[in-house]
């Protein structure tokens, strides 16, 4: 019965070491040079950073975070603008 317990418990161990090290589908994607100059392409249309994520397939996050890196500028909205529409 021991053992029993013993073996349960290595393969939870298991299943959280696995969970832990497989990453999910586009948490670690990394940037290649095409993904930049779509990101600096974009940026200049004035897309939004929500807008440019979702044509990108990327966190708003992960876009301000590789325009930063890449001293991309991105358009700001102010509460003002949205109300103008």
């Known amino acids: ?47 939004s950073v929500r807008a440019i994520g979702i044509r990108m397939s990327r966190t708003e996050t992960a876009v301000r975070s590789r325009a930063r890196r890449l001293q991309v500028i991105l358009r700001k909205i102010r509460p003002k603008q949205l109300q103008m529409g």
């Open 1 to 47: 019965m021991h053992q029993d317990i013993e073996s349960v418990l290595n393969e939870g161990a298991r299943d959280t070491a696995r969970q832990i090290s497989e990453p999910a589908n586009f948490a670690s994607r990394p940037w290649t040079h095409a993904d930049d100059d779509k990101l600096r392409r974009l940026a200049l249309t004035g897309l």
